[in-house]
């Protein structure tokens, strides 16, 4: 199985800021690997697909890049309404595995 | 719209079994193939199996084989998972996902709400 693993893993930042969080593959995956927001009490999101192509009607401050086994996801100009946990997952093979998550508040 | 509603969650004993249903609208249900992810509670996401669109191929988590059976009944746009033998690391709540392309794998593009098993004596 694929293991994928966050960084960090929770991080507070302001309004109006630049977030990073990075996902890393236990192998190549090339660029099949794909970003998800949760809120509290809802399911998962899709955010990004194939590594860095935003899913229709999701917000252009959400980006992603790279390929292989390093990928990262960016919140450019964070706003309130994106406080939630975000997780990668790699769809190169089955079993389907997911990052561990990475929970992003709002100072 | 795309909707995916889940059913059939409850509290049950260890050992003994609960079917999920996931009702699929708003898509052409027999082009896609379906996954079962769970999420225990306060913890991450874990696949549990995946259906192919026309139902031969079915893929499981080491964790559920033998006791999980993933169906589908496109008749009635209707997803299940049979799961027999439960035990309390089962816990969790169920969520039935979309595969955006065509094939197994690829992007979960639409999820249902969940339902929650509860397994416990």
């Known amino acids: 199985d694929i293991q994928m693993t966050q960084s960090p893993s929770s991080l507070s930042a302001s309004v109006r800021d630049r977030v990073t969080i990075t996902c890393q593959a236990s192998q190549d995956i090339t660029h099949y690997l794909n970003w998800y927001q949760q809120k509290p009490g809802k399911a998962p999101e899709l955010l990004i697909y194939?590594?860095?192509n935003l899913k229709t009607g999701v917000p252009s401050r959400f980006t992603g890049s790279g390929s292989g086994t390093d990928f990262t996801f960016t919140i450019t100009n964070l706003q309130p309404e994106d406080a939630a946990t975000y997780f990668c997952?790699?769809?190169?093979?089955?079993?389907?595995?997911f990052g561990p998550g990475t929970k992003v508040d709002i100072k | 719209q795309v909707q995916l509603v889940e059913s059939g969650g409850g509290v049950v004993q260890p050992g003994r079994s609960l079917r999920l249903s996931c009702a699929a609208s708003?898509?052409?249900?027999?082009?896609?193939?379906i996954h079962w992810v769970r999420q225990a509670p306060g913890k991450g996401l874990e696949w549990v199996a995946v259906?192919?669109?026309?139902?031969?191929?079915?893929y499981y988590a080491n964790s559920v084989k033998g006791r999980f059976t993933i169906s589908r009944d496109i008749s009635r746009d209707t997803l299940y998972l049979q799961m027999n033998s439960l035990r309390p690391e089962d816990t969790a709540l169920y969520y039935c996902a979309k595969v955006s392309v065509y094939g197994l794998r690829g992007s979960l593009d639409y999820w249902g709400q969940g339902a929650l098993v509860t397994v416990s004596s």
């Open positions: 708003g898509f052409t249900f027999r082009n896609y193939g």
């Open positions: 259906i192919s669109d026309d139902g031969t191929k079915k």
């Open positions: 194939d590594a860095s």
């Open positions: 997952q790699q769809h190169d093979s089955l079993p389907l595995t």
